[in-house]
Structure formats: C-alpha cells, structure tokens
DNA sequence: TAAGATAAGAGGGACAT
DNA sequence: ATGTCAGTCTTATCTTA
C-alpha cells in the first residue's frame, strides 16, 4: 500500500512539473492534440519545438515493440510547402481547458483562422511549392509513383528553385520535369510522353526543362534499363512468362554487341518482346506492344529489322491457327 | 487486318564558324 | 551565339499478303 502511494505521488509530482508553465510559472500548460503543440492556457506561450504526438506508434511488428511503442515525432514531406512544420490554428472551437467557445469569440477566431491561413503561404517562393506540390499529389495517383519518387521529385524542385530557374518557366512544366528526372533517377520506368501527357504540358517544354534541370543540377542520370522496361510492356500487354524469357535473353544478347547505344530503350524492348512473340508463335501485334510501351509501330519494325539482322535470329514459318505449317 | 515500305518533319546532339 | 549535318523517332499514307 505504501509503495502505491509513493508511486502515485512521483507520477503526480512528474505530471506537476511537466504542467509549469515557462513564461507565468503556472502550471496550467497543455497540449493540443490534433496539432500536437504545447501551450499554457493562462499567457498563451507555445514551446518551440513541436512536441510529439501523445499517443502510441503507429506501427509495431513484434509484440516487444508492440508493448514498447514509442513516439517518433509527426511525419516530415519534402512534398510539403513548409515540408509539414507549420503552426495552424485548430479547427476545434473549444479554448484551453477545454469548453466549446462562445459565439461571438467563434467568429472572431474563423476570422483569424483565414487570415491566419492566408498568410500561410507568403511570398512568391512558397506559394510557387504549394502550386508545385498540388500538382505533384495529382500527378503522383495517375502514374501511380511510388513514395520515393514522390520525395525525390519534391527535393529536385526544392533545387531548382534555390538555383532560380524557375523565372519565366512554367511551374507545371518544371515539376514534371522534375517528375521525370526522379524516375529515371530511381529507375522507376516512366516516359517522358506519359508524365507530359498527365500534366497537359507539351513533351517538347517538359524536354527542355528536363535537360536544363540536368544541367544546372549537374546531374547524371543512368540510361532507362530496357530490361525494366520490358518487364512494364510485358504486364501491360499481358504477355506471357515464356515470352518474356526469351525476350530477356535477347536483349541481353542485345546489349553484348552493343548494337544498343543511342536508341530508345522503350523501343528496344518492345522490339525484343515483339521478336520473342514471333518466335514463340504468340500471335501478339505489333499493335498491342507498340501501345503497351508507348512507341509506334515502325519503331519496333525498325528496332525489328536490326535486332533479326544483327542477332542471326531464325524465325520460325508461320503457323495458321490449326497450327499447320503454311507453305 | 496485320505488317511492311516510304516520305516528310520535328527535335536534339556534335561540331564548325 | 549560330548554322549545318547525321541519326533517331513519329506521323501519315500506300501496298502487300
């Protein structure tokens, strides 16, 4: 009994101290929690520093950590305007201990609450990432990019517009680029022709931001792998594992007598997907493949033609549908 | 209807001026 | 900075099997 008590006591005197305010000396400081800020209810200081989030860890995945979960602090974005770090007034009407507000401090604190929003984003700089980073949360569900991506394309453009390039360029136009420059960068296989075409901006601007970022950020980007690239096709033209295979081997083939160099992966590909189909007896158009990879078809009939001549492949003679051989 | 052939045009890199 | 050139890719159209 007597421990309990002097446990109840420490627990008291711990919640005592963590309550004091620093400014008045009160010990009237709480903490909001949709916000996660500390203030005192009294003066109205806040702490600084954000504090963390009361309640337990999202994630756990074992029962230790299941019982020892602990705060890690709120999720911090590059994808953010102010990368998630800004102090936003709450949007329920209730005052420091806790009681709804009345009606007419209702209306004053939604007067300030707009102004307070509004003033948010100020400055040409920060109103220029909330545009960026709305388009960018659009785009990213259509191309279905992945987080990383996401965070890499927010810290490009965060480069770029340190290094001003954004002057007399659109902003669409740079954040696809920026976009664009993450895949490659990540070897996530996305074209230039897709990214340009979600963001309604001509490839040709996306293109030319796309090298100016390079330039100026004194990138390096490695070349699409055509073996990534054909792995997309071949899912999106629903081909099968066999064909995939031997596709696989000839790019592979491909790539050692470097007939490679200067062309567009995605072609590549496609091409090597379209020649494996022959070969297999597939029935697969150049129609299908040329739209799953996004060419046209006399790219891969180009592509075609080199790979055949080059690789010494025999195609085997046409099967009708029975399967006998034409003659 | 799929595939092949051909031509015109766009855009960009390399190089010279 | 500007112009030229070879090479690539796309679009469009016609022919062939």
């Known amino acids: 009994m007597r421990t309990i008590l002097v446990r109840i006591l420490v627990v008291f005197q711990d919640y005592e101290i963590d309550r004091r305010c620093i400014r008045c000396g009160k010990n009237t400081m709480v903490t909001d929690d949709s916000t996660g800020e500390r203030f005192c209810g009294v003066c109205g200081f806040v702490i600084n520093e954000k504090v963390e989030d009361s309640g337990p860890e999202r994630h756990s995945f074992s029962k230790e950590e299941h019982e020892n979960r602990t705060r890690t602090g709120v999720p911090m974005s590059l994808a953010m305007h102010d990368m998630g770090l800004a102090t936003i007034i709450g949007y329920d009407n209730k005052d420091a201990t806790g009681k709804p507000l009345s009606a007419s401090m209702k209306s004053t604190i939604t007067r300030l609450r707009t102004w307070d929003s509004r003033s948010q984003a100020h400055g040409s700089q920060e109103r220029n990432f909330r545009q960026a980073f709305s388009e960018l949360d659009r785009m ?21 517009l340190e290094k001003n390039l954004a002057r007399g360029r659109s902003i669409t136009g740079l954040i696809a680029a920026a976009m664009y420059l993450a895949c490659r960068d990540t070897g ?13 901006v ?44 031997l596709a696989l081997t000839i790019l592979e083939d491909a790539n050692e007598k470097e007939i490679t160099a200067g062309k567009d992966p995605m072609g590549f590909a496609a091409s090597a997907l379209y020649l494996s189909c022959v070969i297999n007896n597939d029935g697969t158009t150049q129609k299908v493949i040329a739209m799953a990879a996004g060419v046209t078809e006399v790219t891969i009939r180009n592509r075609y033609k080199g790979l055949r001549g080059l690789l010494d492949i025999k195609v085997p003679p046409k099967l009708n549908k029975t399967n006998i051989l034409q003659v």
Do not use: F, H, W
Not at 140 to 160: C, F, G, H, N, Q
Not at 188 to 200: F, K, M, W
């Open 140 to 160: 990213k569900d259509k191309l279905a990019l992945p987080y990383s991506v996401v965070e890499k394309t927010a810290y490009i453009y965060r480069k770029a």
């Open 188 to 200: 996530t296989p996305r074209t230039l022709n897709e990214i340009a075409r979600q963001v309604n």
């Open 202 to 245: 001509k490839r040709k601007d996306v293109s030319r931001c796309y090298r100016l970022l390079l330039k100026e950020l004194d990138l390096t980007m490695p070349v699409l792998d055509p073996i990534k690239c054909m792995s997309r096709i071949s899912s999106q033209a629903g081909l099968s594992e066999k064909v995939k295979r």
